[in-house]
């Protein structure tokens, strides 16, 4: 007998046919059969076969039932190139099969499409990818990955082929494909082997087609524990100081793509303990954690972080997670909330963590109620690793380093080379620099004075712990570089 575990999902699909698995007797295969099933079809699944087949006719219902069920762990019910992927045959190689443009619009289905796109998420996966860009040109379909915070050309493909991967892609995301002028957002949920993965999806109209944006979020993501985060001693033990109060504001700063969903995410789970009422209003809901009520923005209904925290603070909770202050009435809502005796958690988008205090000054949050309910200020940047199989001693008289540690001594130090293993990009995976400012009785003093962020940034990191600090210690240390730090960090560098 020949036949594979299953049929491809666009043959089951068209012609009514699903493998149902070994007929009674052991020496055939039972198959199960749409009402339109194709005779056809069947007759050369029996030649393939080269055995019985015991012919099952289900209800059209039920056998719809039946193939959603088989098909269920493959990426929207395509074929296995995600797993063949997995297994060791790489995005290059499937660009080589790649029929020529002609061939593949002209082609009866959809199946080249489905495996370039399960290919690319595949290669995005295998990459650790944050963020898969399709972007459409005049004189190509460019593809990019964004691998550690940087992007890098994955592939580079025929101009005609955009429409045909836009439209397969707002498909599996359940997008409107006839609509073309507008934004749209949507959402893909697969599995690699045993890896979840969500895809968030999002389209941009352009000169020359729709622009794509995937963000990979793999589930395991949403489970980190504060002590995987690599935060110092100090940092950790200035967090859970804010964590066990019974009340007050806990705020994360810092641009886009710095980690601030990850912070709050291993902080939700260390007050995940089974005795307190922890609800969330996101946008979106990244990750979902079991024990914790998550409540997605939905700006079309007017559901917004405003609305939503005005609602789950009528639910009973003891802890509140907002995803972002981003207005005053959000601000103000969850000061008030601090007050009356919740702990509060949320994101600003501020360069430092003192500037999120001015911030909310800036959104009419009063100095005096600022003082009483901020616990703590959490500010934090990602910067590359370097490869610790290749990395290299450098010079000590680097002008980066000597703008780094300004005027301290400048320890050895290494740069990224480049090997096989790393890509040949010299760095390795990211890690998080820090600075934690812990809202003490000077600092207080100082917030009701509304002393301005000199005064107050003086006064926080009078014996250090900046993000500099933090990513001098981290070069001494050989994990990172000075360019790195420098990079994300660049508008300290005169503290």
Known sequence: MSLPGRLPYAFARRHGLLLAGPDDAGDGVTVWLHPQAHAPALAELRRVAGCALQLQPLPAELFDQQLARV???????????????????????????????????????DAPVIRLINGLIAEGARQGASDIHVEPFESMLRVRLRVDGVLRTAASLPPRLAPLLVSRIKVMARLDIAEKRVPQDGRISLRMGNQALDVRVSTLPARDGERVVLRLLAKQAGTLELAQLGLSPTVAARLQGALAQPNGIVLVTGPTGSGKTTTLYAALAALNDGQRNILTVEDPVEYAIDGIGQTPVNAKVGMSFAAGLRAI??????????GEIRDVETAQIAVQASLTGHLVLSTVHTNDAIGAITRLRDMGSESFLLASTLRLVLAQRLVRRLCPQCRQPCALDDPLAARLFAGQPVPPQFH??????????????????????????????????EADEDQLAAQAFAEGGTL????????????TCASEVLRVARAQAGR
Not at 421 to 435: K, N, P, Q, V
Not at 468 to 479: C, I, P, Y
């Open 71 to 109: 098909y269920a762990d493959s990426v929207d019910g395509g074929d296995d190139s995600v797993l063949a992927l997995e297994a060791g045959s790489g995005l290059e190689a499937l660009l080589d099969d790649l029929p020529a443009a002609a061939d593949l619009l002209a082609a009866a289905d």
């Open 313 to 322: 603070l009528r639910q009973d909770p003891d802890v509140v997670m907002v």
């Open 416 to 449: 990224a080379a480049g090997c096989a293993a790393c890509e040949h990009t010299g760095h390795s995976g990211r890690m998080a620099l820090y600075e934690a400012v812990a809202i003490d009785e000077p600092l207080r003093r100082l917030i009701v004075a």
């Open 468 to 479: 500099l600090d933090a990513g001098r210690a981290a070069v001494a240390a050989g994990l």
